[in-house]
């Protein structure tokens, strides 16, 4: 085993765009382990856009990412080293090991990391479908959207890792699903792969009045459910065919993670059909997890929830792919390869 760690820490605050140049890679002697420590090799990184928020220095739900410090991300791996109990060499794990190779985290504080099954399960879907995204599309979708069965819910990024599970979810409750995603080749994806009834590529429609009338064409009865990643322009179509009483889970806004301000065209629409509009982080319900991990686990393992994996190779190229992230370039759930 090596006794260095790459890692990437954040060397500067972007002001708009990420550059290259916002990250450094450096290098770390591993410390020997102390009593309680555990050393994972970390397999795979998880890139979210989440990571972006953290990258500003503003008020938020979370603490700014610090400067100098290793970038903020969940992991899984292989135990390497074990000086506790409860964790042997060979346990593959999850957690919060950042963008680094080794993490070495005191495993007596509850949570830290937790021992997943790869029996039927890749390793890899634990930072997906199975993971936090996967988690954060039951959530939004069962506790806010909460679908009847004959409903029409509509996804946007509804091929990414979030996306793609919420409208499988919805099919699985009996709702029309419809998804908003970038280009033909990842609307076929969620129609025929996913099963989605129908996908708008958004890059067809530029504007309001023109994503609205395929919102109307796709949403014959209206849009009664509405799970949100981007905002812009897209949420303002989706109120225009929003049905009285219809539910909006508001899981991000990618569209204005750069900084710039998001307007609404028509929140009168929201007093107007009497919508419940819901914000969730979904570290903040973590009782929920349990039950939703389970059913995503069932899924995965037997085939019916189906998730795609962009994979990037090596460590150095975690910026790369971070920024083709916000920028969409990703299909599926973005990862990168550490071994």
């Not at 025929?192 to 129908?198: N, Q, T």
């Amino acid at each position: 085993m090596s006794n260095t760690n790459r890692q990437i820490v954040l060397a500067s605050r972007p002001k708009g765009e990420v550059t290259p140049d916002n990250f450094r890679l450096v290098e770390a002697a591993l410390a020997p382990l102390a009593d309680g420590q555990v050393r994972v090799r970390n397999h795979f990184l998880s890139l979210d856009p989440y990571m972006r928020g953290r990258m500003n220095d503003s008020k938020s739900y979370a603490a700014s990412q610090a400067i100098d410090e290793v970038m903020i991300g969940g992991t899984v791996g292989e135990v390497v080293e074990s000086k506790n109990a409860h964790f042997a060499v060979g346990d593959k794990v999850v957690g919060m090991g950042g963008w680094q190779e080794f993490q070495t985290v005191d495993a007596s504080q509850r949570g830290v990391l937790q021992k997943v099954d790869t029996t039927h399960i890749p390793l890899s879907a634990y930072l997906g479908a199975v993971g936090m995204p996967g988690v954060t599309a039951w959530y939004g979708l069962v506790k806010i959207i909460n679908p009847k069965a004959g409903e029409t819910v509509v996804v946007s990024a509804a091929s990414g890792a979030v996306g793609s599970a919420v409208g499988q979810l919805a099919k699985a409750r009996g709702a029309r699903a419809v998804g908003i995603a970038g280009g033909a080749d990842k609307c076929r994806y969620v129609v025929e792969e996913l099963g989605f009834d129908a996908c708008i590529d958004y890059k067809q429609h530029r504007d309001v009045k023109s994503l609205s009338a395929a919102l109307k064409a796709e949403c014959p009865n209206g849009i009664d459910g509405y799970f949100e990643n981007v905002g812009g322009y897209i949420l303002d179509a989706v109120l225009l065919r929003a049905n009285a009483f219809s539910r909006v889970a508001m899981c991000g806004m990618i569209s204005g993670y750069d900084g710039q301000p998001i307007p609404m065209a028509a929140p009168q629409l929201i007093l107007v059909n009497r919508m419940k509009v819901e914000g969730f982080i979904v570290s903040e319900h973590m009782e929920v997890w349990p039950e939703a991990l389970k059913e995503l686990g069932g899924l995965v393992a037997t085939g019916k929830l189906k998730y795609r994996e962009s994979v990037a190779q090596g460590l150095e190229n975690a910026p790369e792919a971070f920024m083709g992230l916000l920028k969409g370039k990703n299909f599926g759930k973005q990862l990168v390869k550490l071994v």
